[in-house]
Every structure is written in structure tokens, then in C-alpha cells.
């Protein structure tokens, strides 16, 4: 399978939730200056786009197959029995995402009626993060299982074997 594509709307969404993190940052340090007073809002704001930011870029990671790891006993191995173990840790780490997406689920429903401390909206925003993210990965898992999605490992020790 081809190398992902370098730009996607993960790493899109992601850069934009940065660019927006360093304009409230910034907005931040000059309200603490004798120039004015800033707005209260900023400090939770940061933290909120700091949150979105970093779970948009896991489902980026995921997308390019980019996760650390230590696969020389895996890489050792001939190309179907390496493929099959590859799969299977696939297949459960499918099961936990899907459990942590009926667990954003759960978390959105109980948290709906929380109001942010400074913000306008309910608390249930900053953890449906976590509930999209997680539908994103199990998005690629399930599309790297069936043979669509970019695997890492398969090209690069094939061509080295």
C-alpha cells in the first residue's frame, strides 16, 4: 500500500487548533502586562484547545501508522505469520477503542448539563474530543484490518527481506 498523503483533515484541524492555542496564549501574556486586563476566559480556553488539539493529532498519528514501537521479535518473523500477529494486535486494539468510545459516549451524556467554568457551553464539549478521536482511530483500525489502510511495517520489512 502507498504512504499516506502528507497533508489530511486531521493534521488540518490539528495545526488549526494550535494556530488558535497561541493566539489565546498570546492574548493571555499581554493581559497580564499594565497594556490592559485581559479576559478571564483565556485560561480555560488554552486548556480546551490544548485538549482538542493533542486527541485531533492521535487520530493524525494513527492516520500516517506513526505510533512508537518495538517490533524486532514481530519483524523477525516471514511475511504471513508477521501480518497475522499484526492483525490480531490490531483486532484488539479495535476492542479497547471501542470501548473507550462507548466510554466518551457515556462521559458526554453524563457531563451534557455541566456548564464551563468561564465559557459558554456545556462541559460535554471538551470530552466529545475524546469521543471523536476515538471513532476516527477505530475508523483506520477497521480500515487497516480489511486490507485499505496503510500498514507501516508490512512495506517497509518486505522490501528489506
Do not use: C
Not at 471501542?98 to 451524556?109: A, D, E, F
Not at 459558554?120 to 487497516?144: Q, T
Amino acid at each position: 500500500m502507498k504512504r499516506p498523503s502528507l497533508y489530511s483533515v486531521e493534521g488540518i484541524v490539528a495545526s488549526i487548533f494550535l494556530i488558535g492555542l497561541l493566539l489565546v496564549v498570546m492574548l493571555q501574556i499581554l493581559g497580564r502586562t499594565p497594556v490592559f486586563s485581559g479576559p478571564v476566559w483565556t485560561e480555560e480556553a488554552a486548556r480546551w484547545l490544548w485538549v482538542w488539539m493533542a486527541m485531533i493529532g492521535l487520530a493524525e498519528v494513527e492516520r500516517i501508522d506513526g505510533q512508537l514501537r518495538m517490533g524486532f521479535l514481530v519483524e523477525s518473523l516471514r511475511r504471513k505469520l508477521r501480518l497475522a500477529i499484526l492483525t490480531l494486535i490490531d483486532i484488539v486494539y479495535l476492542a479497547i477503542v471501542l470501548h473507550l468510545v462507548w466510554i466518551g459516549w457515556k462521559t458526554i451524556q453524563r457531563t451534557w448539563t455541566n456548564e464551563a467554568v468561564t465559557l459558554p457551553v456545556s462541559d460535554a464539549l471538551l470530552y466529545a474530543s475524546g469521543f471523536l478521536v476515538m471513532i476516527l482511530i477505530a475508523n483506520r483500525v477497521v480500515r487497516r484490518i480489511a486490507g485499505f489502510g496503510y500498514r507501516h511495517d508490512s512495506e517497509e520489512v518486505e522490501t528489506a527481506l
